[in-house]
Structure formats: C-alpha cells, structure tokens
C-alpha cells in the first residue's frame, strides 16, 4: 500500500451537492491527519486537522477509521468556490514533523 | 494574519547555474521546511530544519541542494548547478511550538531551468 493513496477524481457535482473523498494510508502508527486544499499553481492551504475520530467545520466533516486506515473528507452544500484539489496529508513514516501528501482529489462544482 | 513569504515568485535559469530561493517564516516559527511540486505530481518533502540544523531530508535532497538561515527572519534553499528535472514549484512551510501540528506554506516560487 502506499503512504497516501487518494482517488484522482476529477468529482464533477452540481452546486449544493454533497461530496465525499476518501484517502488510505499506510501507516497504522499515524496520530495526525489533514486535508489541505490547492488551488490551481497555488500552495497547499490546511483546510482541517484531524486527531481523533473526526472533525468537523461548517460544511467540511472530516472522519477517521484507524482500523481500516482511512480518512474520509465530506463536503456538503458544494459552492462553486470548493472547486480545487483536496490532498490528504500525513507526517511522514519517520516519526518527525515532515509531513507526505497525496496526490490529491479535484473537485469540480458546476453551476 | 502572519504568512509566509517567498521571493521570488518565479525563476528562470540556465542548466549548470546556481539558484537561490528565499522564503521568510511566520516570526515565531521554528521549524521549516522546504517541499517541491513538479508540474502534475504531488508535493514531496525536500528537508527540515530546525535549530539552526538539518532535522530531517528526503532522498531527493542531495548534494545539490543545501539549506541556510543566514539570519533571524530569512530561510533560503541552494541548488548548486541546475538540471532540467529541477524545474518545479518549490514551496516554503513553517511550524510553530504551540502545540498545533499544523504547517503554513508560503506562496512558491516557481523553477524553470532551461
């Protein structure tokens, strides 16, 4: 299995959908994730943290399966404005505070 | 809101020359990094560095590349004699001591050798 794995996408949905992605990892010692957004040539920007069973913000809920290795990010209300990509993000198998990104999912809403 | 800066924003160099990529952390920061993105892939991880040292660095940080903090705010990337492969977003990240595990990238700077 690889560290990161996320499905590609491209999502397409219509606005106001709801929307989940899902991302597995490796590493079954992981006590954090994230959920960065990007922008198209622009940097990676932390969307949500996740440190327990879940988190959630707005429209955005993160949840974590430890005993599957998997993260899952929904968006619900989809704007035209959550149009980017959405990588999963870990720290790295090292154990030190670097972190391993996915190569994320993109995310198109359509008017 | 405090943010990271990088300078410059994009980088034009000939293969074989020196460049030098300059990032400026959030203040109060003090662990840093330096990622890149090439052009359709994902970020990889290059190197960290804290307390004036490299803490960690990935097998694509080779002899090429070094790192620096040659004062209290700037933090700067080398690559000693470019290659095509080289060309790539290259970001900058820092993370505070506050207990959050959270790392704050700059803008990029784009790298394109020719």
């Known amino acids: 299995r690889k560290e990161v794995e996320q499905d590609p996408g491209p999502f397409n949905v219509p606005e106001g959908a709801t929307v989940a992605f899902n991302c597995t990892y490796s590493?079954?010692?992981?006590?954090?994730f994230f959920w960065y957004r990007q922008d198209c040539r622009k940097e990676p920007k932390l969307l949500m943290s996740?440190?327990?069973s879940g988190n959630e913000d707005g429209r955005f809920t993160a949840q974590l399966n430890r005993a599957s290795q998997y993260i899952s990010l929904l968006i619900r209300d989809s704007k035209l404005s959550d149009s980017a990509t959405y990588l999963c993000?870990?720290?790295?198998?090292?154990?030190?505070?670097?972190?391993?990104f996915g190569s994320g999912t993109r995310l198109q809403v359509q008017p | 809101e405090p943010e990271v800066t990088q300078t410059p924003s994009h980088q034009v160099t000939q293969m074989g020359q020196e460049v030098i990529l300059r990032c400026v952390p959030i203040s109060n920061h003090l662990y840093f990094y330096w990622y890149r993105q090439i052009l359709g892939q994902k970020v990889e991880f290059l190197v960290s560095?804290?307390?004036?040292?490299?803490?960690?660095k990935s097998e694509i940080f080779d002899d090429q590349f070094s790192v620096e903090r040659p004062d209290g705010s700037n933090f700067t990337l080398k690559i000693r004699s470019t290659k095509l492969e080289d060309s790539a977003m290259y970001f900058c990240a820092s993370l505070g001591t506050s207990g959050g595990r959270e790392q704050f990238f700059g803008p990029g700077t784009r790298l394109t050798v020719l």
């Open positions: 590493n079954s010692a992981s006590q954090s």
């Open positions: 993000v870990l720290p790295r198998n090292t154990g030190r505070r670097a972190l391993t």
């Open positions: 996740v440190y327990s």
């Open positions: 560095f804290y307390n004036n040292e490299i803490s960690e």
